[in-house]
């Protein structure tokens, strides 16, 4: 039902008998009861009956045919400052789709869904390819009945990131991936590139049913098996350039040299991965000739792991040692041989001195970012160091 002067009928949520008449120019008339003073048109005073008395008809009157902007403006307790705002929103021009599409893709999941029930142009929008790109389904638990509806009708082919987060010791249909469900997701998104998963189970998800296109893998707090890298040679194996393994203890040495061995890989970040140690790091070297970018962080590694890392790794662009706890001023002057190194990361305990770390400074052409942690050093002595190297920024984090 709608308001009398849109579709003639009775106005919704009056009540029994309590009817709206036409708008006569003056005025809304009912049968029962007086109206409220704020619900007559601005201009003019309101009798007992309930008529309007005097005043001139408001500018947003609705008529038999007008629009629901119409009718809001002139509708009873509207005001007149409401009437100057209706006006100046009608008059105010609609963001573009473009605009609208990439405020869409920043959105979260459920707000994207929710907007696409907004209006059929929203819907439509919220279904374009663009707001689909980069999906994060981390802040939510989902099952993977769940997970198969987004990938067979949401997920489209120009979809690019993919974060989700299962759930750790997870057995049987609670398990989030599955050989059946990533096959549907490699045939469903060939542009997948990035994927991202928190908390999955993967003890019974083979490495090589990973989507064949993925190059960027990060992997926090998962479950793996202990040969979840080792392929079958007649398989082709992912081709991962760019991995990220956060808070993983079962990650050992012998997971390290299984992926460094198949894959060309250009970023190797290790966090929480107590299981890698000084051989190897070792073993590992020779095939990562090519690494541009290395993270370790809570790794068991020594002066060893950095003699063969300045030996095999000279690609080096960026460079990170935390929780270092046992590494030397030996271990330190070996990477002086990467030449390409931009950015260095330390942290700096007693078996380290600010000297040898001057040294490299002095010996390496491109280094223009150091920080320093660890060790408290005061403010004078770090201008000083400054003002020696002037191309090269230094900042010291506690």
């Given at each position: 039902?709608?308001?009398?002067?849109?579709?003639?009928?009775?106005?919704?949520?009056?009540?029994?008998?309590?009817?709206?008449?036409?708008?006569?120019?003056?005025?809304?008339?009912?049968?029962?009861?007086?109206?409220?003073?704020?619900?007559?048109?601005?201009?003019?005073?309101v009798?007992?009956?309930?008529?309007?008395?005097?005043?001139?008809?408001?500018?947003?009157?609705?008529?038999?045919?007008?629009?629901?902007?119409?009718?809001?403006?002139?509708?009873?307790?509207?005001?007149?400052?409401?009437?100057?705002a209706?006006?100046?929103?009608?008059?105010?021009?609609?963001?573009?789709?473009?605009?609208?599409?990439?405020?869409?893709?920043?959105l979260?999941?459920?707000?994207?869904?929710?907007?696409?029930?907004?209006?059929?142009?929203?819907?439509?929008?919220?279904?374009?390819?663009?707001?689909?790109?980069?999906?994060?389904?981390?802040?939510?638990?989902?099952?993977?009945?769940?997970?198969?509806?987004?990938?067979?009708?949401?997920?489209?082919?120009?979809?690019?990131?993919?974060?989700?987060?299962?759930?750790?010791?997870?057995?049987?249909?609670?398990?989030?991936?599955s050989?059946?469900?990533?096959?549907?997701?490699?045939?469903?998104?060939?542009?997948?590139?990035?994927?991202?998963?928190?908390?999955?189970?993967?003890?019974?998800?083979?490495?090589?049913?990973?989507?064949?296109s993925?190059?960027?893998?990060?992997?926090?707090?998962?479950?793996?098996?202990?040969?979840?890298?080792?392929?079958?040679?007649?398989?082709?194996?992912?081709?991962?350039?760019?991995?990220?393994?956060?808070?993983?203890?079962?990650?050992?040495?012998?997971?390290?040299?299984?992926?460094?061995?198949?894959?060309?890989?250009?970023?190797?970040?290790?966090?929480?991965t107590?299981?890698?140690?000084?051989?190897?790091?070792?073993?590992?070297?020779?095939?990562?000739?090519?690494?541009?970018?290395?993270?370790?962080?809570?790794?068991?590694?020594?002066?060893?792991?950095?003699?063969?890392?300045?030996?095999?790794m000279?690609?080096?662009?960026?460079?990170?040692?935390?929780?270092?706890?046992?590494?030397?001023?030996?271990?330190?002057?070996?990477?002086?041989?990467?030449?390409?190194?931009?950015?260095?990361?330390?942290?700096?305990?007693?078996?380290?001195?600010?000297?040898?770390?001057?040294?490299?400074?002095?010996?390496?052409?491109?280094?223009?970012?150091?920080?320093?942690?660890?060790?408290?050093?005061?403010?004078?002595?770090l201008?000083?160091?400054?003002?020696?190297?002037?191309?090269?920024?230094?900042?010291?984090?506690?």
């Amino acid at each position: 039902m709608g308001w009398w002067g849109v579709t003639g009928q009775e106005a919704p949520g009056r009540g029994h008998g309590n009817k709206w008449h036409k708008w006569d120019g003056r005025g809304w008339m009912r049968h029962r009861g007086s109206m409220r003073r704020s619900e007559a048109a601005p201009g003019g005073a309101v009798g007992k009956k309930g008529v309007k008395q005097g005043g001139p008809e408001p500018s947003g009157a609705p008529g038999p045919t007008g629009t629901c902007e119409a009718a809001l403006a002139g509708r009873a307790g509207a005001g007149e400052g409401f009437v100057v705002a209706t006006a100046a929103m009608a008059a105010r021009p609609a963001l573009p789709d473009s605009v609208l599409v990439q405020v869409l893709a920043l959105l979260p999941l459920r707000d994207r869904l929710r907007a696409a029930r907004v209006c059929r142009r929203w819907q439509q929008l919220a279904q374009d390819r663009a707001v689909w790109t980069h999906v994060d389904l981390s802040p939510h638990r989902i099952s993977r009945r769940t997970l198969w509806h987004l990938v067979r009708h949401r997920l489209p082919d120009s979809l690019s990131t993919l974060r989700m987060r299962g759930a750790p010791r997870s057995g049987g249909k609670q398990r989030l991936l599955s050989p059946a469900l990533l096959a549907a997701l490699r045939k469903r998104c060939p542009q997948l590139h990035r994927l991202c998963l928190t908390e999955t189970d993967l003890r019974h998800v083979p490495y090589e049913s990973m989507p064949a296109s993925v190059t960027t893998l990060e992997l926090s707090l998962c479950d793996i098996p202990d040969a979840w890298f080792c392929v079958s040679p007649s398989v082709p194996p992912p081709q991962v350039q760019h991995l990220a393994i956060d808070s993983i203890p079962t990650f050992s040495d012998h997971h390290l040299l299984d992926i460094s061995s198949q894959n060309h890989l250009k970023t190797l970040s290790l966090c929480g991965t107590y299981g890698v140690t000084d051989m190897g790091i070792q073993a590992a070297a020779p095939h990562l000739e090519e690494l541009e970018r290395l993270t370790l962080r809570h790794c068991i590694i020594g002066d060893a792991a950095m003699v063969f890392i300045g030996r095999h790794m000279k690609q080096l662009r960026y460079l990170e040692i935390s929780n270092a706890y046992f590494l030397t001023n030996r271990g330190l002057v070996a990477i002086v041989t990467l030449e390409h190194l931009e950015t260095l990361c330390l942290d700096l305990y007693d078996l380290v001195s600010l000297g040898t770390v001057i040294a490299l400074l002095q010996v390496l052409p491109r280094l223009n970012h150091l920080k320093l942690g660890g060790t408290c050093f005061e403010d004078e002595l770090l201008g000083k160091i400054q003002e020696n190297f002037p191309h090269c920024t230094i900042s010291h984090t506690l």
